[in-house]
């Protein structure tokens, strides 16, 4: 939770699905944007193949929290008002980390999130491992 003289996430625009700040005192600390799907999303793939609704993906992008504000709740108010947004709109959140970043997959693993595949993520010409999750499906259970 963001300590007292915070504000929690709010809507910021409407660029593709929604976007949220957190902010503490009045100073940007968090980010997470609610995306449309681009053309070539691995975790769409990864759902398609699996049979799940592709449909109703929502991709979850960009999300940051400054290392001053990191322990205090940002990332997991980041990630519940992200959530929630999905399931408002009966999408499914779905997003990709890389595999080497194990506190990350802790952390979305922690809140509920589920792996559902392997991918690569492609950086100029390097190569990382990557892990497709995706979040609670709308009304709070994990089927589709």
Same mark, same amino acid.
């Given at each position: 939770?963001?300590?007292? /003289?915070?504000?929690? =996430?709010? =809507?910021?625009?409407? !660029?593709?699905?929604? $976007? &949220?700040?957190?902010? *503490?005192?009045?100073?940007? +600390?968090?980010? +997470?944007?609610?995306?449309?799907?681009?053309?070539?999303?691995?975790?769409?793939?990864?759902?398609? $193949?699996?049979?799940? =609704?592709?449909? !109703?993906?929502?991709?979850?992008?960009?999300?940051?929290?400054?290392?001053?504000? !990191?322990?205090?709740? +940002?990332?997991?108010?980041?990630?519940?008002?992200?959530?929630?947004?999905?399931?408002?709109?009966?999408?499914?959140?779905?997003?990709?980390?890389?595999?080497?970043? #194990?506190?990350?997959? #802790?952390?979305?693993?922690?809140?509920? &999130?589920?792996? *559902? /595949?392997?991918?690569?993520?492609?950086?100029?010409? #390097?190569?990382?491992?990557?892990?497709?999750?995706?979040? =609670?499906?709308?009304?709070?259970?994990?089927? &589709?």
């Amino acid at each position: 939770m963001p300590k007292t /003289g915070s504000s929690g =996430p709010t =809507p910021t625009s409407a !660029r593709r699905r929604s $976007q &949220w700040v957190s902010r *503490i005192d009045g100073h940007p +600390v968090g980010h +997470v944007a609610l995306t449309r799907p681009g053309d070539r999303e691995d975790a769409v793939e990864i759902m398609a $193949q699996k049979g799940m =609704p592709v449909e !109703r993906s929502a991709v979850v992008a960009r999300l940051f929290v400054l290392p001053a504000a !990191r322990g205090r709740g +940002v990332g997991g108010e980041l990630m519940r008002t992200v959530a929630v947004a999905a399931s408002d709109l009966s999408l499914i959140p779905i997003l990709e980390v890389l595999a080497k970043d #194990r506190a990350a997959l #802790r952390l979305y693993e922690d809140r509920g &999130w589920e792996p *559902i /595949g392997e991918t690569t993520h492609r950086h100029g010409s #390097r190569s990382y491992s990557a892990v497709a999750l995706r979040g =609670p499906s709308a009304g709070g259970g994990s089927e &589709w």
